[in-house]
T-cell receptor, first 115, second 107 residues
Framework: NAGVTQTPKFQVLKTGQSMTLQCAQDMNHNSMYWYRQDPGMGLRLIYYSASEGTTDKGEVPNGYNVSRLNKREFSLRLESAAPSQTSVYFC??????????????FGEGSRLTVL | EDQVTQSPEALRLQEGESSSLNCSYTVSGLRGLFWYRQDPGKGPEFLFTLYSAGEEKEKERLKATLTKKESFLHITAPKPEDSATYLCAVGAQKLVFGQGTRLTINP
């Protein structure tokens, strides 16, 4: 059982380049999330999708866009990467909504470095 | 503003040496408090949900407790494989994560 799969696992970008992080879940969950994790900052929510066809901003959405392609897939796009976006990005999914039961299933992370 | 603070930031114990991790919070309309474990290079893994003061949950050597202002994760007779970062999160309008406690258990 794969759970939540993220690609790529590592990426190095130059300032101004664009890229898309892909996420797919096979648990038939309704809600999906993108977080970033930085030292000393904890996990911060970038965007979330409560259900297929909907997306909403989280705590730190600036510089990012998302697409809920279908129930399984939720992508995160950086249109013009900046060094401040160097981080580890986690995709997560849950059966219920944002506060729900709090039981999120996380992918293994995508480590992004912007030079 | 909803806030979660975990202490200590890092804790180093000898195998078998019991201790506790703290998660204090201020949130309006608590819907639940959640503990996660995160191994290096991995995503967080869900451990427990606590909903009301006085509630306790146990899993192997871990026991989580909840009061009105804080939660404790008690680790009894830990083993090296318990080494990880433990994250606390509170749910209100959204999930708010603490910064984590990095636990190291030396053999």
């Amino acid at each position: 059982n794969a759970g939540v799969t993220q690609t790529p696992k590592f990426q190095v970008l130059k300032t101004g380049q664009s890229m898309t992080l892909q996420c797919a879940q096979d648990m038939n969950h309704n809600s999906m999330y993108w977080y970033r994790q930085d030292p000393g900052m904890g996990l911060r929510l970038i965007y979330y999708s409560a259900s297929e066809g909907t997306t909403d901003k989280g705590e730190v959405p600036n510089g990012y866009n998302v697409s809920r392609l279908n129930k399984r897939e939720f992508s995160l796009r950086l249109e013009s990467a900046a060094p401040s976006q160097t981080s580890v990005y986690f995709c997560a999914s849950s059966e219920f909504g944002l506060a729900g039961t709090g039981e999120l299933f996380f992918g293994e992370g995508s480590r992004l470095t912007v030079l | 503003e909803d806030q979660v603070t975990q202490s200590p930031e890092a804790l180093r114990l000898q195998e078998g040496e019991s201790s506790s991790l703290n998660c204090s919070y201020t949130v309006s309309g608590l819907r639940g408090l959640f503990w996660y474990r995160q191994d290096p290079g991995k995503g967080p893994e869900f451990l427990f949900t606590l909903y009301s003061a006085g509630e306790e949950k146990e899993k192997e050597r871990l026991k989580a407790t909840l009061t009105k202002k804080e939660s404790f994760l008690h680790i009894t007779a830990p083993k090296p494989e318990d080494s990880a970062t433990y994250l606390c999160a509170v749910g209100a309008q959204k999930l708010v994560f603490g910064q984590g406690t990095r636990l190291t258990i030396n053999p």
